[in-house]
């Protein structure tokens, strides 16, 4: 999952306890806060982090799902 820390539309708050509920229902989640970003990148440095993460997440569940 990933959240911009201060989004007005869904609270970081919100987004930790889907990411909880996820993972208490036995599920694999991760949930990365990208500092300074609000309900969408605006940051050079949020889109790159977003996108490699994305790239890593595909290649885990979709090339490699032996590794989940």
Same mark, same amino acid.
């Given at each position: =999952?990933? +959240? !911009?820390?201060?989004?007005? $539309? @869904?609270?970081?708050?919100?987004? #930790? &306890? =889907?990411?909880?509920? @996820?993972?208490? !229902?036995?599920?694999?989640? *991760?949930? +990365? @806060?990208? *500092?300074?970003?609000? +309900?969408? %990148?605006?940051?050079?440095? &949020?889109? #790159?982090?977003?996108?490699?993460?994305?790239? *890593? %997440?595909?290649?885990? @569940?979709? $090339? #490699?799902? &032996?590794? =989940?």
């Amino acid at each position: =999952m990933l +959240h !911009g820390e201060n989004d007005p $539309i @869904v609270p970081v708050e919100q987004a #930790r &306890s =889907m990411f909880e509920a @996820v993972q208490n !229902g036995g599920g694999k989640a *991760e949930l +990365h @806060v990208l *500092e300074g970003e609000g +309900h969408g %990148w605006r940051q050079a440095t &949020s889109v #790159r982090k977003a996108l490699e993460l994305e790239l *890593e %997440w595909y290649q885990t @569940v979709l $090339i #490699r799902p &032996s590794r =989940m």
